[in-house]
């Protein structure tokens, strides 16, 4: 930011002309609440459980005094990546690491113990022959993004995404058999790319998809996820998908759907997230977490021409072991803790909600969320084992030598 104040100055003036007009203006917006309640209608691709929606305002300490006897100690998965480390020479390279937290817990477990690393590559057709070897803790995976049809500017983020999701669903994998409580996994239970994707190679329309070159790797990922959550559902112990509600639109576009009396226009709302956290404010001075009835989303919107798709519906290449694919949808919920403008959904699979009693499991959640007055504690403590700093990655970098292999942004330290 430029620090000339004859600058500063201008631009604050505008802005404060800015604010004058908006003040002056007197916007009647619709009521969050009242605009939720028509979720209740047919339609949309999402459904509530029960036939209402009113935000429940609890103190943290009811939740607490609920939950205490549920459970023990809790788990989290997290993955984080370096981002593509690119060179001149045509080299991309993405390096994930996925690990487990315990909390909760007086006693250091094997689960907390592992980690799961993952190096993807992509040198155009050239094999690198790489082959790294794993222990007890440290579970080391190299593969190579496989030459693609037609060069896309999205390959990076392909080569990034399958890179995290390889680690972090492998170690779900991995670490399921040996975790003894509930388990948060930091995001949606599946990855929304490798859903995404794998739709739109279901639908017959695998173009600008990594599944026209890279198929079974696709879905892969998306059975490691599956088996970690068969294997926790198996032991009784209860999966949940933290995923803080951003940028998602799924609820708007329901009621759009639902209500032919509402559209996107007339509602102020930019996001889900902006929508439940209207909705659930709570005006009390008392300490108080704020959360919604559960939802099952049946259908979801990927954009383009596959439409509206159903999760893991009529897909032969995975394997699902313990139902049909409607027992893998996702129900979900929002929840705002106290003293935040964050609004998290809160997400498991449809087959949990059948076998456990839908308060307790929603109690849970809760419970962890009260801790911190954040996200489930699990997935910070997760999240903070897996960051990987720029340090760190500023070294990645220099372990491939050569000035004349480094892009030209790394040459300018540019980030």
């Known amino acids: 930011m430029t620090t000339n104040p004859s600058i ?21 917006d619709p009521d969050p609440v009242d605009v939720i309640k028509r979720l209740t209608k047919e339609g ?41 480390l ?41 094999e690198i022959d790489v082959d790294p070897e794993s222990d007890d803790e440290n579970q080391m995976i190299f593969q190579q993004f496989p030459r693609v049809t037609e060069l896309t500017s999205d390959l990076p983020q392909w080569i990034n995404d399958t890179s995290r999701t390889t680690a972090e669903g492998e170690h779900f994998e991995w670490v399921a058999d040996d975790i003894n409580g509930p388990l948060f996994i930091d995001g949606p239970i599946m990855p929304p790319s490798t859903l995404i994707w794998a739709a739109y190679d279901n639908a017959g329309y695998p173009e600008s998809t990594p599944m026209i070159d890279w198929p079974s790797k696709i879905y892969d990922i998306l059975q490691s996820y599956i088996n970690g959550v068969e294997k926790c559902i198996l032991a009784d112990n209860p999966v949940f998908g933290v995923q803080k509600s951003t940028s998602a639109t799924r609820v708007l576009d329901a009621l759009v759907e639902k209500d032919p009396d509402l559209t996107r226009r007339e509602m102020p ?26 939802y ?32 893998y949808k996702r129900a979900f919920f929002f929840a705002k803790p106290p003293t935040q403008t964050t609004v998290y959904r809160i997400g498991v699979p449809m087959m949990q909600l059948r076998e456990w009693d839908e308060d307790k499991l929603r109690d849970i959640a809760l419970n962890e969320m009260v801790k911190q007055f954040r996200e489930p504690l699990p997935v910070v403590v997760a999240d903070k084992k897996v960051k990987i700093p720029k340090r ?21 330290n540019y980030e």
């Open 8 to 28: 500063f100055n201008q631009i604050r003036d505008v802005i404060d002309d800015i604010n004058d007009e908006v003040d002056d203006e007197d916007v009647d």
């Open 44 to 84: 949309g691709g999402i459904e509530v459980i029960g036939d209402s929606f009113e935000p429940i305002h609890e103190h943290v300490d009811e939740v607490r005094n609920r939950a205490s006897d549920q459970y023990s100690e809790t788990y989290g998965i997290d993955g984080s990546t370096t981002k593509d």
């Open 86 to 126: 690119t060179f001149n020479n045509g080299l991309i390279v993405s390096i994930a690491v996925a690990a487990a937290s315990v909390a909760s817990s007086d006693k250091v477990q094997s689960a907390s113990k592992r980690s799961t690393i993952c190096v993807t590559t992509y040198f155009d057709d050239k």
């Open 269 to 294: 709302w930019t996001n889900d997230g902006v929508l439940f956290n209207s909705a659930l404010q709570d005006n009390s001075d008392q300490t108080m977490i704020s959360y919604t009835p559960w």
């Open 296 to 327: 099952i989303e049946h259908e979801f919107e990927v954009g383009g021409r596959p439409g509206r798709v159903t999760p893991l519906k009529n897909y032969d290449q995975i394997e699902l072991e313990l139902g049909t694919y409607d027992d």
């Open 392 to 412: 760190m990655r500023d070294e990645f970098r220099s372990l491939i030598t050569g000035k004349a292999h480094k892009g030209i942004n790394e040459q300018r």
